[in-house]
DNA sequence: AATTGTCGCAACCGCGAATTC
DNA sequence: CGAATTCGCGGTTGCGACAAT
């Protein structure tokens, strides 16, 4: 086997992804879908490796993807299927609406392991501080066990309403028509990303600027709600998305097409 | 108020599996 | 059938936000 040149190849943008790349890969995939993720980036105009595109979509961008902290009942049943499972996050995100297996993955190691095993991982904290003591002491003395987050629910929550600056509400609320049967819930900011409103008024109120998607149904959420409320139109052309990245001052270092 | 430590999460990396040629 | 290519998974890391001192 060989492997696949891929994020090595110069040139390629790395680290996270900025609202305008989200909404062009939405934008995209919304429009042709996601066939071969080696050839979107390059085809959707992004400077992006596929692997990148993919993981930011199946992770992130993706319109089933429920967000918000886990229910006592979803961290029961990750911790169950876990134990039947292993570590096979896909097979246990499988079984958990909504949710991705790098998430389930994450809360696995951030909450869930030091539930379920409490010694074994004061024991790997106990072998890590050999070589970082500074580790040994807060392992000891904050244990995540103890937590009393774990079954109240973080107090992020408390202060974290999604706040729009595009539709000017405080807090959204939607009821997803996809086939994941996930409830109506409020966003937090965390769930979309709040795009700077000048963006928008910069980039979506251009003449012609958006093809005819539509997204304001439930699939875009909040920022298809922002999106949307700009008003779409038609352009079929490369020229929108050259423009976006131009308003966007992203595209300076790109060679001419 | 400044510094240090901790936590949580998004994103990257490397590998094997699956698919295509 | 084997090589090449692409996809998907799991482990790991980097960094921002927040808490503690």
Redesign the pocket.
Known sequence: ????????KMGL?????TPEEDQILIAYIQRYG???????PKQAGLL?????C???W???LRPDIK?G?FTQEEEETIINLHEK??????????RLPGR????I???W???LKKRVKPNQVAQEAKKESKHTP??L???F????LD?P??LAG???QA??DFSCTATDSSTISRETTNNVGVKEESFSS?EFPVIDESFWLETLSMDNCVEQIDFTGPTYGPLGEAFGSFGASNNDDMDFWLRVFVEAGDLLALPPI
């Open positions: 086997m060989v492997r696949a040149p891929c994020c090595e943008k790395k680290g996270p992804w996601h066939g071969n993720w080696r050839a979107l992006r490796c596929g692997k990148s993919r993981l930011r199946v992770n992130y967000r902290n499972l292993g570590n096979r996050w896909s097979a246990i995100a499988a991705t297996d790098n998430e993955k994450n809360v190691h951030t909450h500074m580790q002491s807060s392992g003395m904050h244990p995540i937590d987050r774990l973080s107090p992020d202060h974290s965390k």
